[in-house]
């Protein structure tokens, strides 16, 4: 079963930028697409990125964050990155890494794991 863990969350002011990891275990990294979603308070889950296995050569975001937010893997660290760049008040939400089933250009892939979250808070 995989694990994942995600840190780097916290508060920023408008305009500034952070860099979340997701630290994953107890599968082979590499063989996995890796995803990043958001919950902002009283909302639903939402798709933000996503990358393909291996390679990563396969990226896909959601409109809202396009231009702005980068999703990248290092498969020697077995950790995926988020970086967000320009951040916005209504990117204030709970950021969770997952472990995806495939890679798919949609906003719906099919998760096989989740991490437990991490905060980011951008002040206006």
């Known amino acids: 079963q995989v694990q994942l863990v995600e840190s780097g969350g916290g508060l920023v002011q408008t305009g500034g930028s952070l860099r979340l990891s997701c630290a994953v275990s107890?599968?082979?990294?590499?063989?996995?697409?890796m995803g990043w979603f958001r919950q902002a308070p009283g909302k639903e889950r939402e798709f933000v990125a996503a990358?393909?296995?291996?390679?990563?050569?396969?990226?896909y975001y959601a409109d809202s964050v396009k231009g702005r937010f980068t999703i990248s893997r290092d498969n020697a660290k077995n950790t995926v990155y988020l970086q967000m760049n320009k951040l916005k008040p209504e990117d204030t939400a709970v950021y969770y890494c997952?472990?995806?089933?495939?890679?798919?250009?949609?906003?719906?892939?099919?998760?096989?794991?989740w991490g437990q979250g991490t905060l980011v808070t951008v002040s206006s």
């Open positions: 990358i393909s296995s291996w390679s990563g050569v396969n990226t």
């Open positions: 997952a472990a995806l089933l495939r890679y798919t250009s949609r906003t719906s892939p099919p998760v096989d794991a």
């Open positions: 107890g599968r082979t990294f590499g063989g996995y697409a």
